[in-house]
């Protein structure tokens, strides 16, 4: 019996090793549907899913008090809250 092709494989896929393939994929996918509905100008946005909200990361840093490595943490991701902010409000415009 032949093994199963690679791009059917849902567990190889979904695992570490298939973690480019996705990537491209959030690539490739969206320029195929932009092409179909001949969208010409885009302005694409990345992030980091470890980014959130300054209203989260000012939570997390309350949650942190006392806590040396969880409020070290929190310092780190209220920095970055400020990018993410940045980022929704130049998407908004």
């Not at 567990?11 to 990537?23: K, N, P, Q, S, V």
Request: net charge positive; glycine share 4%; aromatic share 10%.
């Amino acid at each position: 019996m032949p093994a199963e092709k690679a791009y059917k494989n849902l567990d190889f896929l979904t695992g570490r090793d298939a973690r480019t393939i996705r990537m491209l994929a959030e690539y490739l996918e969206p320029q195929s549907r932009f092409k179909r509905y001949h969208v010409t100008d885009t302005v694409v946005f990345f992030g980091s899913a470890r980014a959130m909200s300054q209203e989260d990361a000012r939570e997390r840093m309350a949650q942190a008090k006392g806590d040396a490595a969880a409020t070290e943490q929190a310092e780190r991701d209220l920095k970055l809250a400020g990018y993410y902010e940045d980022a929704r409000r130049l998407a908004f415009l």
